[in-house]
């Protein structure tokens, strides 16, 4: 939970080029698994996931603009930003007017490189700032793109760290972006710095991490694990957690999830700045595993939020941009959430269809704070949320409501998740 050693971590994998396959991606993994038991899941080209396909596997080798006295302009081996995501190979001179049109740049940001991805339209390019593209003053290019788009595997890893018990917590960050630091090496570093110390410190519920491809990572997850899906209990998308000093958390589908209670509780409790944002579809994977279907409870928890800030994916979201304190802030701040979280207890009502008779049963007490301690146990207590949630949702002490729980658990009216 070193901040300098999970900068240190961003550093090292910073200049590898992943994407939503191919080398770059296992050779993220495969840095990650040195210090975690990480499965790598491979999955082939053209298997069915859900409504999509898992797509061929693409190997960028180089890519360079050259005038025609030989001098190279443009070169991937400099900024791996600038070779399009998925771009497809290209030999050849071209006219600047030609070139221009497979040229990608920001009109507000001049010396920014923009971060641009063509997974699913087959083109060709390159990613200039609008310096590099207005210095291109010469009639004719020679331009060179060597890449390769076969059949192969989309990669994943998955860590499942088991707790006291089968209740799953899943943590998923995605893996895709080549050199962007907050988006997405943030999310990375914070993950692995959290595995490593839950295998030290198991919660009480077990804790699943995915190091997955975005969008089609978290689908083909989703395919590929439908058994697990109802253990998941809790769940939090961790992304853009090294810049920014306001953290953001996203609601769930539902907006009323254990999760949502909990984190925005926490938040205030501590005096964090912080801003609770309501649901939305759009973003990160969270818009997968909330999809209809699907629907577990999983929220989003950033600093700087999607697509919010002049940096995000540009090449301005580097190594400088990223700070080692914010980092360590995020994962302790996580780490202290889920251990909190994760130690309150979960029952389930076996009476549910109406109020019980509690007199029968020698549970109406004198004292109203009890009976109401007993009413909102009996009330919430649906298998999804803890006695936590409850007592922040009724201002009732934990303590009175363990008592509660503790005397309708002996008369027979609930049981432990
Ligand atoms: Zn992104």
Redesign the pocket.
Known sequence: MNGEELHALAKRLFPICRSITGPGVRETLSILQEDLPLTIHSVATGTQVLDWEVPLEWTPRSAWIEDLSGRRIIDFATNNLHLLQYSGNFSGRVSREELANHLFSLPDQPDAIP?KTSYYQKQWGFCVSKNQKKSLSQAEYNVQIDTSLDTGQLNYGELVIAGRDKNEILLST?I??PS?AN??LSGIVVAHALARQLLQNPLQHTVRILFIP?TIGAITWLALNREHLPKIKHGLVL?GLGAGDTFHYKKTRSGNASIDFFVEHYLRKSGIPHCILPFSPYG?DERQFNSPGINLPMGCFTRAT??SYPE??TSRDNLEFIQPQLLEESALLILRMLQQFSSSETYVNLAPEGEPQLGRRNLYAADSQQNLAILWVLNQSDGHHSLLDISIRSGIALPDLETAADRLCSSGLLRKT
Do not use: F, K
Request: overall charge negative; aromatic content about 28%; charged content about 5%.
């Open positions: 971060y995605h895709c972006h962007l988006d997405n975005g992304t990160y999607y697509a995000y994916h």
